[in-house]
């Protein structure tokens, strides 16, 4: 949840930073009071959301402090310091109808931070050795675009919906959607053809004898770890999934976005939305599936015979 | 700080556990939940302890696996816990600095007055030694009896971790794995010990010792091939004969 409401703010923030340095964006005050609203609270949702997850949700402030090594803390750091360009860059541009100068200078140092924050949400998963699906070089590639293309499709409504179309936003929005749909494809592939060089018989180290297999777990209910890493919720449904995630989340938006390139208008608007609101499920989909499909070398001592 | 220590000093306390003769009676992971419910990371909480569904934070868990297959197969049982590796990406991607490996002995431990509880620790663990506290909110992990071994107020022999004392068969064994001449290092030399998961590249201290090859053919354990008869069978022999058979055996 986190990742896809922050990854689509984030990205929303780098369309808007590009924007107004490349003056694709004119600083339509409305239009920038919606959009930065939208962005912001996408991103506060996210983070917000992250914190749920801490067993310790009042101690966070530490994770700021571990930056060398950790990319959980530089993902932290990375969030706030978004924050500290991107609030002049919004008030001078939703409040004043402003984004030239010194303020598109706050945009693109937002927008860098805001894909330099989703590249650390890629690389806490990637750098993570016990998890074959996630430490991998398709993994932080997959983050930004997909976080490109939410932003984009987002700002793709904003901009339809106020007579204020740009094909360049919709282009980079489809053009996002076409290679989130081969870096997906590529990852399944890559997942699917490959295999953890880890197996029970390293986990044991006991291949001197052959194949090895769990005979008695060591405790009869779950523990911590089951439940944190043994997760098969929709790995029986995994292929089905996949579909729906590539449909809802590339395949439609690469297509409206792409009609929105050239179409204008209310049917346009209509467009850029089911686009946007279809990316949405589907990457939601796909991430959902990114945990569940994650297999964690622990499983190997309790009767996985694959990582 | 969890950058890794930079001068670590040499010093690499550990384990060796013996799976030749490990009997899987789980007596180590109740000694640990038994000392360590009171002692460094307490408690060690329990949800429905005495019910159907009673699960817990441990240190030290059992499993026992089937080697082999067919009449090959042995049953190999396999305590589990944490590895105290010399590159823990447990420690380096604690957001934190609640997790840290000792400069001094090499412990890798959880400072729980500054984890927050974000579990990405236990991701980064191959080996499953890190369990979730939900009821603390902070992640807990075998601390090798830190309040065990430099304990002064405990007889000498008993500063060894408690699964190491506890142990009835003498499988487990405690010492620094980083002197080439210590007892645990000479007995990993000598059998063979080795690391689980080499391929991942963590650099696990503790060791585990192999399960020595099966003794299948007579003769192999040591006793003779076939017992001989203790005595020459004379019952039915007369007197006379009997008594030249014990005259001529002195």
Redesign the interface.
Known sequence: MFTVTSGAGYGMLAVLGYGAATRLLQPNAKFGLAAFALALALVVAGLLSSLL?????E??W?????W??????RE?SMALLTFVPTLPFAVAWSLFGENSGLFALCGVLAGILALATVFCTGM?YA?????HQWHNRWVVPGYLVMAIMTGALWINVLLQSRGLSRPSVAAIAAGAALVGMVLKIGYWRYVDTSSA??T?Q?????D????????????T?????LR??GYRLARKHAWQLRRISLSFGFFVPFVLAGLTVAVTGRFATIAALIAAVSAIVGVLIERWLFFAEAK???ML??GGNKA | ???LPALPSGRKLGLVID?DICV?CHAC?VSCKEWNAGGHSAPLTDFDPYGS??????FN?????????GA?A???H?P?SCLHCETP?C????????SYKRAEDGIVLVNAD???????C???????AR????D????KKCTLCIDRIYNENLEEVDRVPACVSVCPVGARHFGDLGDSNSPVSQLVASRGG?????????RPVNK?L??RPRKTEPGCTGAPAALAPTEDDFNGAGLLLRWMDRLLSR
């Open positions: 997850h801490l067993g310790r949700p101690r966070s530490r994770a700021m402090s571990q060398r090594s950790s990319w959980l803390s932290g806490i750098s993570l050795k016990p998890i060089r880890s029970p390293t986990a044991t180290g006991l001197q004898f052959g194949k090895v297999t769990l005979l008695d777990p060591p405790h209910q779950e523990n911590f770890l944190e890493m964690h070398t622990v001592y309790y | 700080m969890t950058s799976l899987g992971a569904d009673a699960t817990g934070v441990w868990r059992i499993h026992s696996f089937e080697a082999g297959e090959d042995r049953a190999i396999f589990k990406d420690v380096t991607v604690c957001p934190t600095g609640a500054i984890c927050i509880g974000c579990k990405l236990a991701w980064a663990c191959p080996y499953g369990e979730f506290d939900a603390d909110g902070v992640m080795y690391d689980l998961m080499p391929e991942l590249g963590y585990y192999p399960p």
